[in-house]
């Protein structure tokens, strides 16, 4: 729908951009086009295009994908096979499935196309400069500037900022970050022996720098294989990766891709809007904190960015603006970022005490339960903190 005034019609104003295509830019684009508004959603990149992660998809993104959106699952995960930087391995089993495991490229591709569905307007290859909500490029305080690459100017009422860990709206908006973590991922082609030895089970390894882990996830023919650790452990966690490839016996195979990315978790008191600006995902440094599980965070913030951009888009001064954008800030940080604090509880004591959490997971049943609770979508971590006392007291004592 557009705008009533018919001088946005000649000056094309969208109601929303949205930056980014990935899953919370997507998930914005679709949650602010279903409502009927003039959606336009921009992607630096041609889609479909890979993207440095595990993708498990865990209950939390399943539930938040858009009505009718059906997974394009490579592998349906019913067992984990957990180690300590390769040793006392075991592995726990679930009659039902845990989690399920996608290719980004497919995943991302779906979500879009969802949102085109609902009316946004994709523009790919084109890269976002800066965004302006004062001076000559903007008309009036009503409407945000996006400067393109090359200088073209496109007009909007409410932009969201999806454009990943590294987020130029990001940095518009002033998010602050207090985690930064490195990840090196590479994709694996196997011969079907392989593959089907890792058929619905994936491997997690806690690794040997404090907070690090590794994955195996199998993909059909392709083992996704990557670690994890903080950042400025460059040289410790590429050899990590080297012999957690070693350990499994792959090492013969080549991989046909091999990446990196770094994750930024946000610090309490990093804005999330700017004026008529909102970030949501990794330009928001929305993740969690021990896992670095980003998928379902970029799913549900996306989603909450995309449905206050409209109400933002309908505000008639800064005011009120202001206070759509306040709503969007506590939306937030009353379901992700209770989450987050959480999860930032226990990377500390995971970070000082992994066999711990090693012992607890494969031999306490509760601890395990609580595992498959949260792949699932029944429960997150705040839940079972906050309703589990063992678990609270167990957390309390570990803090200290």
């Keep these: 729908m557009s705008s009533d005034n018919s001088s946005d019609d000649a000056l094309q104003v969208w109601d929303v951009v949205v930056v980014g295509a990935g899953p919370a830019g997507a998930s914005a684009a679709y949650a602010a086009a279903v409502t009927g508004r003039r959606v336009l959603l921009l992607e630096k990149a041609e889609l479909p295009r890979y993207k440095t992660c595990g993708g498990g998809i865990i209950g939390p993104s399943r539930d938040s994908l858009p009505p009718g959106f059906e997974l394009p699952l490579q592998d349906r995960v019913r067992a984990v096979t957990f180690s300590m930087n390769g040793r006392y391995t075991r592995t726990r089993r679930s009659s039902q499935m845990l989690f399920g495991l996608v290719n980004r490229p497919d995943f991302d591709q779906q979500l879009v196309m969802h949102a085109q569905k609902a009316g946004a307007e994709l523009r790919t290859g084109v890269t976002v400069s800066r965004v302006e909500q004062h001076g000559p490029s903007v008309p009036d305080r009503r409407t945000v500037a ?29 998010v602050k970050v207090d985690q930064v973590d490195l990840g090196l991922e590479a994709e694996i082609p196997v011969p079907e022996t392989v593959a089907e030895d890792w058929a619905g089970r994936v491997l997690i390894d806690w690794g040997p720098m404090p907070g690090s882990y590794g994955w195996v996830f199998p993909k059909g023919d392709t083992l996704t294989v990557g670690v994890i650790s903080a950042r400025g452990e460059g040289a410790a966690t590429k050899r990590y990766l080297e012999d ?157």
């Excluded at 909007?156 to 940095?171: C, H, K, M, N, P």
């Excluded at 607890?360 to 339960?369: H, L, V």
């Design 146 to 174: 996006v400067v393109l690459q090359g200088g073209e100017t496109l007009l909007a009422r409410a932009v969201v900022g999806a454009d990943g860990s590294a987020s130029r709206i990001g940095a518009h908006v002033g």
């Design 244 to 400: 957690f490839i070693g350990r499994l016996g792959l090492a013969g195979f080549e991989p046909n891709i091999s990446s990196g990315h770094l994750t930024r978790c946000r610090s309490d008191d990093s804005p999330l809007s700017r004026g008529r600006v909102l970030v949501c995902g990794d330009a928001a440094g929305l993740l969690e904190p021990w896992t670095r599980e980003g998928i379902s965070y970029a799913l549900r913030s996306g989603r909450l960015a995309g449905e206050w951009a409209v109400r933002i888009a309908e505000a008639p001064d800064a005011v009120d603006a202001r206070r759509q954008a306040l709503n969007y800030t506590f939306a937030i940080k009353a379901g992700l970022g209770v989450e987050m604090s959480v999860g930032k509880r226990i990377l500390a004591v995971f970070e000082r005490r992994p066999g711990m959490f090693h012992a607890a997971i494969t031999g306490f049943r509760p601890a395990w339960n609580a595992f498959t609770r949260i792949t699932r979508g029944s429960a997150s971590l705040a839940d079972i903190v906050r309703t589990h006392p063992v678990a609270g007291r167990a957390l309390n004592a570990l803090d200290r």
